[in-house]
């Protein structure tokens, strides 16, 4: 299984940016989606998960309302949606794939498969 993440690049306060995460080698569908995202001198953290159907759906709260994550299983795509960026949002943006029985799943540790990551840059 491979993911490979994309969309990234330096936004403005307030702006938009749609990343995008294909999965090949396997059917999306298989999967729990995931995107966590990593800033310098942090940890990786959560920001959202999406059941193999699409309709369970978790946030983060720091980015609830703001963001949205969605899926294509026929495209092999998973997308995550960014509104209203702020520059707390800057960091490093991971896709990931979990195998686990759930809905969604929240931690890092519950991910089998990641992306290379993308970066996203919000000037203030």
């Known amino acids: 299984v491979q993911l490979q993440a994309s969309g990234g690049g330096l936004v403005q306060a307030g702006g938009s940016l749609r990343l995008s995460c294909a999965l090949s080698g396997r059917t999306l569908s298989t999967y729990i989606m995931g995107w966590f995202r990593q800033a310098p001198g942090k940890e990786r953290e959560f920001v959202a998960a999406i059941s193999r159907s699409g309709g369970s759906i978790g946030y983060a709260d720091s980015v609830k309302g703001r963001f949205t994550i969605s899926r294509d299983n026929a495209k092999n795509m998973v997308y995550l949606q960014m509104n209203s960026l702020t520059p707390e949002d800057t960091a490093v943006y991971y896709c990931?794939?979990?195998?686990?029985?759930?809905?969604?799943?929240?931690?890092?540790?519950?991910?089998?498969?990641w992306g290379q990551g993308t970066q996203v840059t919000v000037s203030s």
């Open positions: 990931a794939a979990s195998w686990r029985a759930a809905n969604v799943v929240r931690t890092t540790q519950q991910y089998d498969y």
